[in-house]
Every structure is written in structure tokens, then in C-alpha cells.
């Protein structure tokens, strides 16, 4: 299952799972853009709705699911978009990039067989997660700020929930993956800002590679021999291109009581808890 699989490295992690066999559930927000990306893939493809966006929408689709899961690849998101809040009245980057994918993972953890990939970004090393205000109600809004805050959280919670799987006694693994500076429509998404969408198309151009090869760090997190809680990223020049391989990540990323509170924090905002250990795949 991989959310966001319309465009982007979601759609090219889930033609190439879909190119080897796997049945793959497309989770987006758009039926029709999803099922456009899978008419372009061979081998079992289905597409269901989920709007990460609306809590209502994530419960309704976790309800919905019938039979295990095999892989969960947490892709979707939002990358520096004007001033929003998700239905529940989250701050749009952080409600989308790591809450939704919060409650999606435990609400579904009964059902996993195998991994759950989370999708976060070079962007993490500059984030910080605000306690008293991660939801921009009380300073200024800054975009990039707010999204090196989602992203952060994406590996804060990786690590917490593998904490967890490995306290319960779970085979099921938890790992995350950064695709470097990848072409894809992220760096399109960004407004009414043209200096920064310039700045972006050049940092692809000399940094960078295609949404082909920046999905590789995600199928390599999915399916390569990698250790419990392991990241992945692009080997090459300040990890923006290259081969996948296990990378490393700041030091508020490997905090464990950072992600231990980040956990906490999480399931008071959603609503949605760890399952009990004997409902864990």
C-alpha cells in the first residue's frame, strides 16, 4: 500500500511493486488522478480514497480494509504550501505529513505483515518540533519551517514505533527513507513564490536526479536487508543523487525522548492509540 501513489516517487514505487507481482493499493486523495497512474502500470493495482488531511477520512479507510498488508509505504505529502489546516484543524504540513500517517499506521498495524515505510526528507536536519505550538496557532507562519518540522517528526516517529513493534515482540519493521532532491511535482507546489520555485529548479539541476531514481531509497527501505528503525537516502554529493543506501539523521532524530513525547503529543491530537500487543500483526 503506498499513500500519495498518484504522482511523484509514489507513483513509481508503486508501478515498480506492482511490475514485481505485488497486488498494491493506491491511497490518494484524487480517485481519478489515481486511477490515471495506475492505467500506466502492469500487474494488480487497486485504488482507494484517503484524504490524510481529514481524520474522518483515514478511520473510514483503515475500516474499510479487508486482509493483511504486507508493506505500508507512508509517501503522501505537502512540501511548503501556503498557511492551511486539515479538517481537524491541524497546520496543513504537519497534519498531512506526520499525523495522518500516525493514525493510518496504528489504525492499520493489526493488519501489517512486514514494514511500515515513512517518507521523510533532507529537510529534517533544520526541523524542530514545538511542543507549545506545533500547530502554528500562536507565531508566525513559516512554510519551511513548518514542513522541517513534519519531517522530523516523519523520523521521530519511525524510531518510536519501533521502539514499540520491538518491546511487543513484533516482526513487523519500521523504517524511513529520504529521496534527496528529486523532480517531482513537490518542487511545482509552491504558490505564488517564484524565487523559491527558481532556487528549487536549480538546486535539481546541479543537485538532484528524477522522481525514477529518488524513489529508490523507498523500495531499498521496503525490501533490502536494512536493520530495524533503518534510513535510507542517495549516497551521493550531500546525499541530493545517487544509490540508495542506509544514511544518517540529526541528532533531534535520534532522540528517543523527543520521539517518545512527539508520540504522546500524537495521540492526543488524533485520537488514535498503539494497539494492544495481541492486536498486532
Given at each position: 500500500?503506498?499513500?500519495?501513489?498518484?504522482?511523484?516517487?509514489?507513483?513509481?514505487?508503486?508501478?515498480?511493486?506492482?511490475?514485481?507481482?505485488?497486488?498494491?493499493?493506491?491511497?490518494?486523495?484524487?480517485?481519478?488522478?489515481?486511477?490515471?497512474?495506475?492505467?500506466?502500470?502492469?500487474?494488480?493495482?487497486?485504488?482507494?480514497?484517503?484524504?490524510?488531511?481529514?481524520?474522518?477520512?483515514?478511520?473510514?479507510?483503515?475500516?474499510?480494509?479487508?486482509?493483511?498488508?504486507?508493506?505500508?509505504?507512508?509517501?503522501?505529502?505537502l512540501m511548503t504550501p501556503p498557511f492551511g489546516r486539515t479538517a481537524d484543524g491541524f497546520e496543513l504540513q504537519f497534519g498531512?505529513?506526520?499525523?495522518?500517517?500516525?493514525?493510518?499506521?496504528?489504525?492499520?498495524?493489526?493488519?501489517?505483515?512486514?514494514?511500515?515505510?515513512?517518507?521523510?526528507?533532507?529537510?529534517?536536519?533544520?526541523?524542530?518540533?514545538?511542543?507549545?505550538?506545533?500547530?502554528?496557532?500562536?507565531?508566525?507562519?513559516?512554510?519551511?519551517?513548518?514542513?522541517?518540522?513534519?519531517?522530523?517528526?516523519?523520523?521521530?516517529?519511525?524510531?518510536?514505533?519501533?521502539?514499540?513493534?520491538?518491546?511487543?515482540?513484533?516482526?513487523?519493521?519500521?523504517?524511513?527513507?529520504?529521496?534527496?532532491?528529486?523532480?517531482?511535482?513537490?518542487?511545482?507546489?509552491?504558490?505564488?513564490?517564484?524565487?523559491?520555485?527558481?532556487?528549487?529548479?536549480?538546486?535539481?539541476?546541479?543537485?538532484?536526479?528524477?522522481?525514477?531514481?529518488?524513489?529508490?531509497?523507498?523500495?531499498?527501505?521496503?525490501?533490502?536487508?536494512?536493520?530495524?528503525?533503518?534510513?535510507?537516502?542517495?549516497?551521493?554529493?550531500?546525499?541530493?543523487?545517487?544509490?540508495?543506501?542506509?544514511?544518517?539523521?540529526?541528532?533531534?532524530?535520534?532522540?528517543?525522548?523527543?520521539?517518545?513525547?512527539?508520540?504522546?503529543?500524537?495521540?492526543?491530537?488524533?485520537?488514535?492509540?498503539?494497539?494492544?500487543?495481541?492486536?498486532?500483526?
Amino acid at each position: 500500500m503506498v499513500t500519495g501513489a498518484n504522482s511523484g516517487i509514489g507513483r513509481v514505487t508503486a508501478r515498480e511493486f506492482a511490475a514485481r507481482g505485488a497486488r498494491v493499493v493506491l491511497a490518494v486523495r484524487d480517485i481519478g488522478k489515481g486511477r490515471q497512474a495506475a492505467g500506466g502500470m502492469s500487474g494488480r493495482t487497486e485504488v482507494r480514497r484517503l484524504d490524510l488531511a481529514d481524520l474522518a477520512s483515514v478511520r473510514s479507510f483503515a475500516d474499510d480494509l479487508d486482509g493483511p498488508v504486507d508493506v505500508l509505504v507512508n509517501n503522501a505529502g505537502l512540501m511548503t504550501p501556503p498557511f492551511g489546516r486539515t479538517a481537524d484543524g491541524f497546520e496543513l504540513q504537519f497534519g498531512t505529513n506526520h499525523l495522518g500517517h500516525f493514525a493510518l499506521t496504528n489504525l492499520l498495524l493489526p493488519q501489517l505483515r512486514g514494514r511500515v515505510v515513512t517518507v521523510s526528507s533532507i529537510a529534517h536536519r533544520s526541523g524542530a518540533i514545538d511542543f507549545a505550538d506545533p500547530n502554528w496557532q500562536q507565531r508566525r507562519y513559516r512554510a519551511t519551517a513548518a514542513y522541517a518540522q513534519s519531517k522530523l517528526a516523519n523520523l521521530l516517529f519511525t524510531a518510536e514505533l519501533q521502539r514499540r513493534l520491538t518491546a511487543v515482540g513484533s516482526p513487523v519493521l519500521a523504517t524511513a527513507a529520504h529521496p534527496g532532491v528529486a523532480a517531482t511535482d513537490l518542487l511545482r507546489r509552491t504558490g505564488d513564490r517564484p524565487r523559491l520555485q527558481a532556487l528549487q529548479h536549480r538546486a535539481v539541476r546541479l543537485l538532484g536526479q528524477s522522481e525514477d531514481d529518488g524513489a529508490l531509497p523507498t523500495l531499498f527501505a521496503a525490501v533490502a536487508d536494512v536493520p530495524p528503525g533503518g534510513y535510507a537516502g542517495p549516497t551521493g554529493f550531500l546525499q541530493g543523487r545517487g544509490a540508495p543506501a542506509l544514511v544518517g539523521r540529526s541528532r533531534a532524530a535520534r532522540d528517543a525522548d523527543l520521539a517518545a513525547r512527539l508520540w504522546t503529543l500524537s495521540e492526543m491530537l488524533t485520537g488514535v492509540s498503539f494497539p494492544l500487543p495481541a492486536h498486532i500483526g
